[in-house]
Nanobody
């Protein structure tokens, strides 16, 4: 099972851009679909973006569509989430997740999770 470590996050201003990274270890990274989720206080964990094992297919959630880019590097075993034009409603703890098959927007289908990183958008 792959282990995930998230980096990035912190306090940003509304309108800024932010990139989160997730480094994988412990298994063959290219056999895992990867995704990003977020959870705001008092809310359920929410799908943000996902990318297929090869990186060819992606899915982006409507609230961040047009502002969000997901990418992966199967050589360096990393997945990245870039968000532009950050809004106050993007404030949440962001998690990366791995699934040893095709990607899904359902968090309960992911088998490995990173530790989460707080993103706070100040307006």
């Amino acid at each position: 099972q792959v282990q995930l470590r998230v980096s990035g996050g912190g306090l940003v201003q509304a309108g800024d851009s932010l990139t989160l990274s997730c480094a994988a270890s412990g298994d063959t990274f290219s056999t895992y679909a990867m995704a990003w989720f977020r959870q705001a206080p008092g809310k359920e964990r929410e799908f943000v973006a996902a990318i297929s094992r090869s990186g060819v297919s992606i899915a982006i959630a409507e609230p961040v569509k047009g502002r969000c880019t997901i990418s992966r590097d199967n050589v360096n075993n990393t997945v990245h989430l870039r968000m532009d034009s950050m809004k106050a409603e993007d404030t949440a703890v962001y998690y990366c997740a791995a699934r040893p098959t095709s990607y899904s927007i359902k968090p309960q289908l992911y088998t490995s999770w990173g530790q989460g990183t707080q993103v706070t958008v100040s307006s």
